[in-house]
């Protein structure tokens, strides 16, 4: 078992990463490199800084007013076995689990981030997938930057075999 992540930053308290106020980790380390990147900060797979998972699940679980926790970066299937860890926690807790990631459900599915990153599926709710495109740039989509990403509804999904679109209701 893995016992450290490097994490870009974090923050306690978000209402754009998803429903309700969430905890935003982001972890370090990105291969996709979109123009226009938000955070190419944390591109970089040795910047950031080192922190042990148990201090991160912790500072989670001890943040009040949450809905949720979101984990996002760089791409944190950069890190897949210190991610499946934390979400495998914090599933544990209930929490309500959201992750980004520039690779697509279909890419993940057939391997290309690796089988903890396919692991790392089962205990989350939402997955935003697909790298940022600005040329598909949009204030008309919700918790995403770019019309190509989407909000798949992850339990439905594994369980009907494709995707399945989560639809937000406010």
Excluded at 125 to 151: A, C
Aim: glycine residues 10%; aromatic residues 8%.
């Amino acid at each position: 078992m893995i016992h450290t992540v490097r994490i870009a930053g974090q923050k306690k308290h978000s209402s754009v990463n998803g429903p309700g106020v969430r905890y935003v980790l982001f972890l370090q380390g990105c291969p996709h490199n979109c123009p226009e990147c938000q955070n190419p900060e944390t591109h970089d797979l040795s910047g950031g800084t080192e922190a042990e998972i148990s201090s991160v699940i912790q500072d989670i679980l001890n943040t009040r007013y949450l809905d949720g926790v979101t984990i996002s970066g760089g791409d944190p299937l950069m890190q897949p076995q210190a991610c499946c860890e934390i979400v495998r926690q914090l599933h544990e807790h209930g929490i309500n689990l959201w992750l980004y990631t520039g690779w697509t459900w279909e890419q993940i599915q057939q391997g290309a981030a690796g089988d903890d990153a396919i692991r790392v599926l089962s205990w989350l709710d939402v997955l935003v997938d697909g790298p940022f495109l600005n040329e598909l740039k949009s204030d008309q989509v919700i918790f995403r930057g770019s019309t190509n990403q989407r909000l798949i509804d992850v339990p439905a999904s594994l369980k009907c075999g494709h995707v399945t679109e989560y639809i937000y209701t406010s």
